[in-house]
Nanobody
Framework: QVQLVESGGGSVQAGASLRLSCLVSGRIFSNYAMGWFRQTPGKEREFVAAISWRGEFTFYADSVKGRFTISKDNAKNTLYLQMNSLKPEDTAVYYC???????????????????WGQGTQVTVSS
């Protein structure tokens, strides 16, 4: 079955950088769009970034545009999220996700994604 495993989270000071990874197994990684979402306690899961299956299109939430970069390495079956200039408001559990088939509709909507990882905690202190 399809499995997504995130890694790379941690606790950092404001202004630092982290790179999250999401290793995908159980499918041909290169054929599918991928996304990153985040969630804090008591709030709904929030879109962060997404990338089309070929990687030619990327999408970002306004709150991370210019600071975060999404990328994928098809040879390694891995999705990345490079996070620079981290802020305390970036603190959340970060999830990677992918649809079961072709992406239909908005990349920004969590309901478009069918498979999710278990999440990795990112904590940014001021």
């Amino acid at each position: 079955q399809v499995q997504l495993v995130e890694s790379g989270g941690g606790s950092v000071q404001a202004g630092a950088s982290l790179r999250l990874s999401c290793l995908v197994s159980g499918r041909i990684f290169s054929n599918y769009a991928m996304g990153w979402f985040r969630q804090t306690p008591g709030k709904e899961r929030e879109f962060v970034a997404a990338i089309s299956w070929r990687g030619e299109f990327t999408f970002y939430a306004d709150s991370v545009k210019g600071r975060f970069t999404i990328s994928k390495d098809n040879a390694k079956n891995t999705l990345y999220l490079q996070m620079n200039s981290l802020k305390p408001e970036d603190t959340a559990v970060y999830y990677c996700a992918t649809p079961s088939g072709a992406m239909r509709g908005s990349y920004y909507q969590s309901q478009r994604y069918d498979y999710w990882g278990q999440g990795t905690q990112v904590t940014v202190s001021s």
